[in-house]
């Protein structure tokens, strides 16, 4: 592979956001609910990132507080990005009807922000993770599908498509072995950008209150306990959002990477995704 | 074109009609018993049943759904229990500061977003340009709701120099100051990926053949940029916006979370929080329809200003 700046530098940004967590799953500097310390320090060799209103340890914290909305986030993914590109090939390979009313799902989706889904879910189950990660879930079909049918209608005519009808192979084989290994690629650079979108809806409804309950850290949620406290110390308000916002820039930095270097005939599939 | 838009505003009829159906599914699906609710646990078995005649729980859900579409066409869109009025009247007063809000922002965007973009466009891997790639790359990472947080708390708090949250009403003069400071970190996300459209279409355009031409005619470079260009280069920028309108929406709902505006987003807050239902879904419908009207105009507007569109 082509060595790529942007790409180079998204991985690094990634890894380097991605270290305290990982590095947290088997070890962390103190107990991340424990109180006790002075409260609002500021950073100092003890404590990396300062403590919060409660004397808690914010490195601690974010260490911990970023599995949750990894986790939830690479889920949604996982299974928009699944459900979604189901979705496209149906619509894209079932003919006219079963076309416009899989479309018109999408469409339907797509007008919904994740926001509000979150919130009917949190009204129907109470406010815990498994809502968060199904409406975001849901968030990711409309994209993967339509990049799938978009995907599949540009290519059902195309020569080698026609070549492997001609030679009497099934619906299902082309899809399986010519179409979807086509979309790969666009579907891979989808899934990155997707995750860094998925974070950051994640941190906006953790920062809502929704996901996971305190006295457990998450990386939305400290933003809100610390906006209350920013006049005493604006640390802890900086470093959940730093960390955050590097993993995100890392990336779509990765996502515009592989699509320069893995997509050109796509570009135009896999749009920039608006924020 | 006429045929087109007709097509256009029936498939977001019907796509209306879904999002109603599934804010209908989804809250249809919670658990709990509006005619227990409504009776008591003390009341005989008799005064239940008649509860649930009345309120027609025991009627197959697609006559359920078609009865509270249409009272949501009618204008009757229920009560809510949190506030005890009215959730037409709760959401519209909402949109009332949600939408100037989105709208400020988006001006805001788009005011960051045109000279950067044509900026970066001029002269491609030049020193503006990668500036504005590098601010397109952070600007889409960074999210509003920690803009916001920093922002009120630098701005605001700190320097004092804007109103820290709440409204005071439209009727104050001094309220669009209460909205600079949440549009600004709504806005600033947005900028970065419009820049980012403005700078690829207007690059895309500068290597057409009428531009060479123009060039060669004489027509000053800024002429050239700014009107020639530009011009061609608009159609794409502005359905980008358009379709951002979601996000948008959305992202405003967090921000005004963020200031303490009492719009669409604290209201939603509030009915999920309370599991005030009428009022949700009320204002769920609300959004969506808003979402797909939008959607519609910028499709519209699209066939309006590129032919092509109009005879796919």
Redesign the interface.
């Known amino acids: 592979m082509r060595r790529h700046a942007g790409l180079t530098l998204g991985a690094a940004f990634l890894l380097l956001a991605l270290l305290p967590v990982l590095v947290g799953l088997v070890w962390l500097p103190y107990d991340p609910n424990a109180l006790g310390w002075e409260p609002y320090a500021p950073p100092s060799l003890h404590h990396p990132m300062g403590t919060d209103w409660f004397g808690r340890d914010v490195l601690a914290r974010v260490m911990v507080g970023g599995r949750a909305s990894l986790a939830v986030a690479a889920l949604a993914v996982a299974v928009g990005g699944l459900v979604g590109t189901a979705l496209g090939s149906l619509a894209g390979s079932l003919g006219r009807l079963a076309d416009e009313a899989l479309m018109r799902v999408v469409d339907a989706l797509l007008a919904f922000p994740a926001l509000l889904v979150a919130l009917l879910f949190r009204a129907v189950w109470g406010p815990g993770l498994p809502g968060v990660a199904i409406a975001l879930a849901l968030f990711n079909v409309p994209f993967f599908a339509r990049l799938t049918r978009a995907g599949f209608l540009a290519l059902r005519s195309r020569e080698f498509v026609l070549a492997a009808r001609a030679a009497g192979a099934g619906g299902g084989w082309i899809l399986r072995r010519h179409l979807l290994p086509h979309l790969a690629s666009p579907l891979l650079v989808q899934a990155t950008v997707a995750l860094g979108a998925a974070l950051l809806a994640e941190a906006a409804l953790s920062y809502l209150g929704l996901g996971v309950q305190p006295p457990d850290p998450a990386w939305g949620r400290m933003l809100r306990e610390a906006q209350a406290a920013f006049e005493l110390s604006p640390w802890p308000a900086v470093f959940p959002g730093a960390v955050l916002a590097l993993a995100v820039l890392g990336l779509n930095l990765i996502g515009d990477g592989l699509r320069d270097l893995l997509d050109p005939s796509f570009r135009r599939l896999s749009p920039p995704r608006p924020p | 074109m006429l045929g087109h838009l007709l097509r256009r505003v029936g498939?977001s009829a019907?796509?209306l009609a879904?999002?109603a159906l599934?804010?209908f599914l989804?809250?249809d699906?919670?658990?709990g018993d509006p005619a227990r609710l409504v009776v008591g646990l003390e009341a005989s078995p008799e005064e239940y049943r008649a509860a649930r005649e009345r309120l027609g729980l025991d009627d197959p859900w697609p006559v359920r759904f078609a009865r509270w579409g249409a009272g949501f066409l009618r204008g009757d869109w229920g009560t809510s229990l949190r506030y005890g009025r009215p959730a037409r009247e709760l959401v519209l007063g909402a949109l009332a500061l949600t939408v100037p809000l989105a709208a400020l922002a988006l001006v805001l965007a788009l005011l960051i977003a045109f000279p950067l973009g044509l900026l970066a466009a001029r002269r491609v891997g030049g020193g503006a340009d990668l500036a504005t790639v590098g601010f397109a790359?952070?600007?889409?990472?960074?999210?509003?709701?920690?803009l916001g947080?920093?922002l009120?708390?630098?701005l605001a708090?700190?320097l004092r120099w804007f109103p820290a949250g709440g409204f005071p009403g439209w009727m104050d003069p001094g309220a669009w100051r209460y909205l600079l400071l949440p549009a600004a970190a709504l806005a600033l996300?947005?900028a970065?990926?419009l820049a980012?459209?403005v700078r690829g279409s207007v690059a895309d355009v500068l290597r057409e053949d009428y531009i060479r031409t123009a060039r060669a005619k004489g027509v000053p470079g800024w002429r050239v940029l700014g009107v020639h260009a530009l011009r061609n280069a608009l159609v794409p920028v502005l359905t980008?916006a358009g379709?951002?309108f979601?996000?948008l929406?959305?992202?405003a709902?967090?921000v005004e979370?963020?200031f303490g505006l009492p719009g669409l987003?604290r209201l939603?807050?509030v009915?999920?929080?309370e599991?005030?239902?009428p009022l949700?879904?009320s204002?769920?419908v609300a959004?969506?329809a808003l979402?797909?009207l939008v959607?519609l105009a910028v499709d519209a507007g699209y066939a309006l200003l590129d032919p092509r569109i109009r005879h796919p």
Request: a positive charge; charged letters at 10%; hydrophobic letters at 60%.
């Open positions: 498939a019907l796509t879904l999002v599934l804010v989804a809250v699906a919670i658990p790359q952070l600007g889409t990472a960074l999210p509003e709701f920690w947080v920093l009120v708390g630098l708090v700190g996300p947005r970065a990926y980012r459209l980008g379709l951002t979601a996000r929406l959305a992202g709902m967090v979370n963020v987003g939603a807050v009915a999920a929080g599991r005030d239902l949700l879904s204002l769920a959004v969506g979402v797909v959607n």
